[in-house]
Nanobody
């Protein structure tokens, strides 16, 4: 069992930055890839970024490439999403999720591959 809690969402002006945190509980958190997804009103949940279990592999959606970075600190059970140069279209509820399989080398983009989800944190970017 893994529990995830996101934080760091806020209202920010376009061009600004935010850092989201995903704190995981459970002994297996350090062995599981974590993905960040977002969902805007009326839209499908979409993959944003992800990092594999040891931080050796990460992936970013093309819409955020060059602006967002994902990292993790397994000693503290935290995964971060650093978001820079924010745009109005980044406005959404952001969720972190834990892979259903441990020690996967790659990051998957399909929500169904993630078993545990946090409650989400709201990011609003004003233009």
């Amino acid at each position: 069992q893994v529990e995830l809690v996101e934080s760091g969402g806020d209202l920010v002006q376009a061009g600004g930055s935010l850092r989201l945190s995903c704190v995981g509980s459970g002994r297996t958190f350090g062995s599981i890839a974590v993905g960040w997804f977002r969902q805007a009103p009326g839209k499908e949940r979409e993959f944003v970024a992800g990092i594999n279990w040891n931080g050796g592999n990460s992936d970013l959606a093309s819409s955020v490439f060059g602006r967002f970075m994902v990292s993790r600190d397994n000693d503290r059970n935290i995964v971060y999403l650093q978001m820079n140069s924010l745009r109005a279209e980044d406005t959404a509820v952001y969720y972190c999720a834990a892979d259903r399989r441990a020690f996967r080398a790659v990051v998957l983009r399909t929500p169904s591959e993630y078993l545990y989800w946090g409650q989400g944190t709201q990011v609003t970017v004003s233009s």
